[in-house]
């Protein structure tokens, strides 16, 4: 079981950081991804990490904006979310995986319920 934190509304240019907690495993053994899906959108590949920390992966959308990170000794994933556009609104899930694709959701096999994240222009 996973869960999100940190969603919220912000005004285009912002910032937001999003937080994924375990409940009931160890996260620091699973890769972890963020993806998002807006109103009649499908769901798309935002970020991903691997265990170690040392390698993470980004959609082109949001590079050079977002921040993937993780805390292994607390077992928290991070989404750091910088100069944030309309574009950025949708429900954010993180998800975890043993051995994953980044960028292919099926790949994972743990998902939290997301958390709203609303940028207004």
């Known amino acids: 079981q996973l869960v999100e934190s940190g969603g919220g509304s912000v005004q285009a240019g912002g910032s937001l950081t999003l937080s994924c907690a375990s409940s009931?495993?160890?996260?620091?053994?699973?890769?972890v991804g963020w993806f998002r899906q807006a109103p009649g959108m499908e769901r798309e590949f935002v970020a991903a990490?691997?265990?170690?920390?040392?390698?993470?992966y980004y959609a082109d959308s949001v590079k050079g904006r977002f921040t993937i990170s993780r805390d292994n000794t607390i077992n928290i994933a991070y989404l750091q979310m910088n100069n944030l556009k309309p574009e950025d609104t949708a429900v954010y899930y993180c998800?975890?995986?043993?051995?994953?694709?980044?960028?292919?959701?099926?790949?994972?096999?743990?998902w939290g319920q997301g958390t709203q994240v609303t940028v207004s222009s």
């Open positions: 990490i691997l265990r170690s920390g040392r390698n993470t």
């Open positions: 998800a975890a995986g043993a051995s994953i694709t980044p960028e292919d959701g099926r790949s994972y096999h743990f």
């Open positions: 009931h495993r160890t996260l620091s053994t699973y890769a």
